[in-house]
């Protein structure tokens, strides 16, 4: 076994490996049904599985010739760095503001942030106010729905800029 079939097989043994961790979790929750039959250990078990399988599927294919057409990814084994980063601090804003500027406001920013990094990753940065404005529109109007949908139809609180429930 190559070097890189060993190192496909350690991806393969730790998606494995967190499949497992996950699993005795979900065993360590209670199966008692709730709404529609579907107890709280449900999902955990779902993505357990999933794991698992995939695990299993990386192994059998880093043993059957290794991943297949990994030579032919344009700079992946490198990374965007600067992209990362964008990224980065979009999901740490997000979590940093939600409570401050309410649900919509901070996904909105995480949006506008990974667009960024995206684009850089591209190669196409657009830096100008006008295109921070116009990704902020969009960021505001993918989340808001989001925001009304699990507050006023679900009546699940999520952190709002207001107590109206509205924004």
Known sequence: MGS????QSAVAGGVLALGALLAAGAITIPSAAGYAGVGPNFLPWVVAVGLLLCGGFLLWEANSGGFRQMDDLDGAGHGHWPGFVWVSAGILANAALITTIGFILSCALCFVLAVRGFTSAKGRLDLSTRAWITDA?????IAAPV???FTQA??????????????
């Open 147 to 149: 925001f009304w949908m």
């Open 4 to 7: 890189a079939a060993l190192r």
């Open 137 to 141: 529109l969009i960021g505001m109007a």
């Open 154 to 167: 679900l009546a699940i609180n999520l952190p709002g800029l207001t107590n109206t429930g509205w924004l």
